[in-house]
């Protein structure tokens, strides 16, 4: 009964594949993200999607494309891997409760390019 | 260019103690302030939040201070058990906004038994 589900957990490939990570949330929030955690540790925002419909693209390279089928899934494909892409990646949800948003994250996807 | 900075990147505190963690912010529009938890190949959880009306939040052991003319809060642990070691993220919006979370770098705190 996880809130937020990403699949897979680890992700290891070669330079130049095309990849994708699954997410999947059961809460019935409206917006769900996609966040990476870089080498140093920073936590970024690179997309955001509102019932299907992005909302935030943070000049995140052509090469990431992030698929929402429904408004309990976000999908995040990744074509040409780099080396620099290797990070953990996360996915998030939120809903909006008294006015204020309410984020829950989903477990990360640890991706290594090699 | 951070928006939200943790500049200790790490504390280490003895149990029955209090912890304090703080955070600085450099965007006036920031209205809403949360704390997250996270352990090792976890996601971040949801520990605290603060909205820009009020200058303290508190839930059992944990309560979060905000200053708005310093740009600054802070999160304290009282008392600190060995369980609450892990990576703790401050994050900021702008809920009239784009709502979008940004975050610190995180603070390693490590309670000693």
């Known amino acids: 009964d996880t809130a937020v589900s990403q699949t897979p957990k680890y992700l290891v490939t070669q330079m130049g594949n095309d990849k994708s990570i699954k997410c999947e949330q059961n809460l019935g929030h409206d917006t769900m993200y996609w966040y990476k955690q870089d080498s140093k540790k920073f936590l970024k925002i690179m997309f955001s999607y509102n019932n299907k419909e992005l909302i935030i693209n943070e000049t995140v390279p052509n090469r990431f494309s992030p698929k929402s089928p429904d408004k309990a899934h976000l999908n995040l494909h990744i074509n040409s891997l780099e080396l620099g892409d290797s990070a953990v990646y996360f996915c998030?949800?939120?809903?909006?409760?008294?006015?204020?948003?309410?984020?829950?994250f989903g477990s990360g996807t640890r991706l290594t390019v090699v | 260019d951070q928006q939200v900075k943790q500049n200790s990147p790490s504390l280490s505190v003895q149990e029955g103690r209090i912890s304090i963690l703080n955070c600085d912010y450099t965007?006036?529009?920031?209205?809403?302030f949360l704390w997250y938890k996270k352990y090792p190949a976890e996601g971040p959880t949801f520990l605290i939040s603060i909205s820009s009306i009020k200058d303290k939040n508190e839930d059992g052991r944990f309560t979060v201070f905000l200053n708005k003319s310093a740009k600054h809060l802070s999160l304290h642990i009282v008392p600190s058990q060995p369980g609450d070691s892990a990576v703790y993220f401050c994050a900021a919006s702008d809920q009239g906004g784009s709502e979008k979370l940004v975050f610190g770098k995180g603070t390693k705190l490590t309670v000693n038994p």
């Open positions: 965007n006036s529009m920031f209205d809403y």
């Open positions: 998030a949800s939120s809903h909006e409760i008294s006015g204020l948003r309410g984020y829950t």
